[in-house]
C-alpha cells in the first residue's frame, strides 16, 4: 500500500519570503501521480501544483514549484514571494496511475502554514 | 457552473442515530469519491463511484457506512448507528473522468459531530 507523509504539522513564513514544505511518500511503483492541495478555512480543497513521476521537469504553477527527487521518494512545495493568503492547510497526496487502479487519492496528514505581515 | 455541493453544512447527532449527508458534483462529472477528515488526520479514502460501474466501496471503515449514487449524479453517503469515532469532516469530490488532468473537484464538506 502507499503512503505518503508529511512530518511536519506547523510552518511559519514572513510575508513576501519563500518556505517550503516536506513530502515522503512510499510506493513500489514507477509511475504515479503527486499533488499538492491547499485547504483553507472554508475547508474547500483546492489543487495547487501537480507532477507526474514520469516527468523529470519539476512542476511549476506562478509562485508554487516542487522539488521531486524520484529516487528519494520526496516531494517538497516551494511557495515564494509568500502572501497572507496562502494561509492554509496543505496536503500533499499520491494517485496511482497503473491501468485499473482506483483513481482515489491518497494523502498525508497536512502542514498547517501560517504567513506573518 | 456550480461547483460542488454538499449539504447539510454541520450536523449534530446523537450516538446511536443514523444520518444522511448528501453530495451533488458537477453536472457530467462521472466520477465521485468521498473522503473523510478526522481532527488531525489527512483525508482518508472512503468510496468511488465512476459512471455505471461497481463502486469501489475498500475505504469504507464498517457495514455501518454505506453510500449510493442515483442517476449517475447525486450521492448520498450514510452512516447507521453512528459512533463518536465518526466525528469528522466528510468530503465530497467529482471529476470528468479519471486522467491526471481530470482534476479532482471538492466540496465544502460536511462537519459531523457524534455527541
Known amino acids: 500500500a502507499q503512503t505518503v507523509t508529511q512530518s511536519q504539522p506547523e510552518m511559519s513564513v514572513q510575508e513576501a519570503e519563500t518556505v517550503t514544505l516536506s513530502c515522503t511518500y512510499d510506493?513500489?511503483?514507477?509511475?504515479?501521480?503527486l499533488f499538492w492541495y491547499k485547504q483553507p478555512p472554508s475547508r474547500q480543497m483546492i489543487l495547487v501544483i501537480r507532477?507526474?513521476?514520469?516527468?523529470?521537469q519539476n512542476a511549476t504553477e506562478n509562485r508554487f514549484s516542487v522539488n521531486f527527487q524520484k529516487a528519494a521518494k520526496s516531494f517538497s512545495l516551494k511557495i515564494s514571494d509568500s502572501q497572507l493568503g496562502d494561509a492554509a492547510m496543505y496536503f500533499c497526496?499520491?494517485?496511482?496511475?497503473?491501468?485499473?487502479?482506483?483513481?482515489?487519492?491518497?494523502f498525508g496528514k497536512g502542514i498547517t502554514l501560517s504567513v506573518r505581515p | 457552473g456550480a461547483g460542488v455541493s454538499q449539504s447539510p453544512s454541520n450536523k449534530v447527532t446523537e450516538k446511536g442515530k443514523d444520518v444522511e449527508l448528501r453530495c451533488d458534483p458537477i453536472?457530467?462529472?462521472?466520477?465521485l469519491y468521498w473522503y473523510r477528515q478526522s481532527l488531525g488526520q489527512g483525508l482518508e479514502f472512503l468510496i468511488y463511484?465512476?459512471?455505471?460501474?461497481?463502486?469501489?466501496k475498500s475505504g469504507l471503515p464498517s457495514d455501518r457506512f454505506s453510500a449510493e449514487r442515483t442517476g449517475g449524479s447525486v450521492s448520498t453517503l450514510t452512516i447507521q448507528r453512528t459512533q463518536q469515532e465518526d466525528s469528522a469532516v466528510y468530503l465530497c469530490?467529482?471529476?470528468?473522468?479519471?486522467?491526471?488532468?481530470?482534476?479532482?473537484?471538492f466540496g465544502p464538506g460536511t462537519r459531523l459531530t457524534v455527541l
Open positions: 507532477q507526474e513521476a514520469y516527468k523529470q
Open positions: 497526496a499520491y494517485r496511482r496511475i497503473s491501468s485499473g487502479a482506483n483513481s482515489k487519492l491518497t
Open positions: 469530490a467529482s471529476s470528468l473522468g479519471v486522467g491526471i488532468y481530470n482534476e479532482q473537484f
Open positions: 453536472s457530467g462529472h462521472t466520477a
Open positions: 463511484f465512476q459512471g455505471n460501474s461497481a463502486p469501489d
Open positions: 510506493t513500489s511503483e514507477s509511475d504515479y501521480y
